[in-house]
């Protein structure tokens, strides 16, 4: 978030960025892990004409969240669900937008149950959707025809050299399609979400403004997906920043000391950047080519990162686990982290196919016509979902000769705009360690915080400080301690410059004294 400030001090105005949605958790959470709070305000708190007309129930009844926390303790998701309203009003939200928020949400939590079972499409597998009343319930809120969703649901539409070919979907590439759906409606809203308090808060422009950044830390899980990979890149991207304000302020401290600056080494994780976002050979481009490629799979992607990296070439920030080829290691400066490729295409490529596009392309709720806007446009004709209609092939190619925007390159741009702001700005870092995994007072886990110190780069601050001088003590406090070790007459001279205050001058005067006991490579 940007705050603004006027000459005076004042708050103006203030912006959002958001940095990489954690979309995945829309459809599947950790044990230990709630959805995102809206779903269980919804449930808890909607009134209930819009309960009855939505068929809000309670939470057990979904599969987005069966499985995950229902409660926190001490939190009254009613409560926050007022809360939110309030918040919206007061941002001048009109009725008709709140109304289009909760249709939307309450969209997702019934696409999470749709049940598809196998169906034979001629001679093909295919899929449909079981539960014909969930399905005509979503359609609905979706304004679409209830055929024309399950269609877009169960094909993927593909043309190739103008021909548009509808291709049946699995039962379990159906399931990949109904939560890709809810992890694009989800993520669209979010989008539109902050689109619109920007409009209402950032009303004003100021020369005068605080950054308060919230980063996601470094994570390490036991299995490591797109998300973690992106996550990590972002901490070693910011880590290199941290490396770099701490290695300025340690020569500007020793340049008003008067102390030789080359002893202190700069300590750079270059080579692991580059080993993630260097073009045109790095993790991030080579994602990207396969992206566009026609029959480019996570196996073939990975086959290419190993052969660049540990066959062609031994890079030292990478490595492979023999018995795991669908795994890559890159080593971070906060430890080794095994990412599983395996869904690392569809998560970069972060689209819906053309058949769920087109779908878009005939709804009638003006909230979901805005959310997709620019894909819908930008997709091939709708029509094609339900009558086969040959399109021209787009120039260049697969990719039509453009830039591919994957998830992977805008967050790359986004880390590259952060990073010159940062450089153009005075940075101040606040490190927040969680003592233990149970959220409860007076209890220390000695492991765990050791664990965080070392994601948050800690320990490469204290490096950097080690290569100098890293016992540092004020000039007057030095004097104080140190006096002692001088005879009677030579502490009596020390007085004299103690008595005007002067302590660096007395500090001087006590290692000039002792210089002969000490060996001067070791203190200035």
């Known amino acids: 978030m940007e705050v603004r400030f006027t000459a005076g001090g004042r708050i103006s105005s203030a912006r959002i960025v958001n940095y990489l949605l954690e979309k995945s958790r829309v459809v599947a959470q950790t044990k230990v892990e709630r959805n995102y709070h809206i779903f269980y305000q919804l449930i808890a708190g909607l009134p209930s004409d819009l309960r009855d007309e939505f068929q809000i129930t309670g939470v057990a009844d979904y599969r987005y969240l069966v499985g995950s926390c229902y409660e926190i303790d001490g939190v009254d998701d009613k409560r926050e669900f007022n809360a939110t309203e309030k918040a919206m009003n007061t941002l001048k939200f009109s009725p008709s937008e709140i109304r289009n928020i909760w249709t939307v949400l309450a969209a997702v939590l019934h696409i999470g149950n749709l049940r598809p079972a196998p169906k034979k499409v001629g001679h093909q597998d295919g899929s449909e959707i079981s539960n014909k009343d969930s399905l005509e319930l979503i ?30 979907l699995k039962k379990e590439e159906c399931v990949d399609a109904i939560d890709g759906l809810a992890k694009a409606m989800y993520g669209k809203l979010f989008d539109w979400l902050i689109e619109r308090i920007n409009k209402a808060m950032c009303t004003t422009q100021a020369k005068l403004t605080v950054g308060i950044l919230d980063i996601f830390g470094f994570e390490i899980f036991e299995n490591n997906a797109f998300e973690q990979f992106c996550i990590n890149y972002a901490n070693e991207k910011l880590q290199q920043h941290f490396n770099s304000h701490i290695f300025k302020h340690e020569q500007d401290e020793y340049r008003r000391e008067g102390i030789d600056v080359s002893r202190i080494e700069f300590i750079d994780n270059i080579e692991c950047l580059e080993l993630i976002e260097k073009k045109p050979i790095g993790v991030l481009k080579m994602l990207d080519e396969e992206v ?29 686990i023999k018995k795991n080829p669908e795994l890559f290691v890159i080593k971070h400066y906060a430890g080794d982290v095994a990412y599983n490729s395996t869904g690392f295409l569809a998560k970069n490529k972060d689209k819906l196919h053309e058949s769920l596009l087109g779908m878009f392309g005939h709804t009638k709720n003006s909230m979901i016509v805005e959310l997709f806007k620019g894909e819908t446009e930008a997709a091939s004709d709708a029509d094609a979902i339900h009558r086969r209609q040959p399109s021209r092939a787009p120039a260049g190619g697969p990719s039509g000769g453009k830039k591919v925007f994957s998830l992977g390159s805008q967050f790359y741009d986004q880390l590259q705009e952060l990073y010159q702001t940062l450089n153009s700005t005075n940075p101040h870092y ?25 994601y948050a780069g800690l320990f490469e601050a204290i490096r950097i400080r080690r290569e100098g001088f890293p016992f ?24 004299e410059h103690t008595n005007r205050n002067d302590w660096k001058t007395g500090a001087q005067f006590i290692l000039a004294c002792l210089k002969e006991h000490l060996d001067d490579k070791e203190y200035q």
């Not at 359609?139 to 509808?166: E, H, W, Y």
């Not at 566009?292 to 086959?303: A, E, K, L, W």
């Not at 004020?474 to 007085?495: I, M, N, Q, W």
């Open 430 to 454: 606040i490190r927040c360690v969680k003592p233990n995994e149970l959220k409860v007072a007076n209890v220390f886990a000695t492991k765990m915080a050791l664990r965080q110190m070392r």
């Open 472 to 495: 540092r003590l004020l000039h007057a406090d030095f004097a104080v301690r140190y006096r002692v070790c001088l005879s009677r007459p030579e502490r009596e001279k020390l007085r």
């Open 292 to 320: 566009v490629m026609p029959r480019g799979s996570d196996q073939s992607f990975i086959t290419k990162l190993h052969k660049a990296f540990s066959i062609d070439a031994k890079h030292k920030h990478y490595d492979v």
């Open 139 to 168: 359609a609905k809120l979706l304004q679409v025809n209830p055929d024309l969703l399950q269609t877009a649901l169960c094909f993927r539409q593909v043309t190739i050299r103008g021909s548009v070919s509808m291709i049946p």
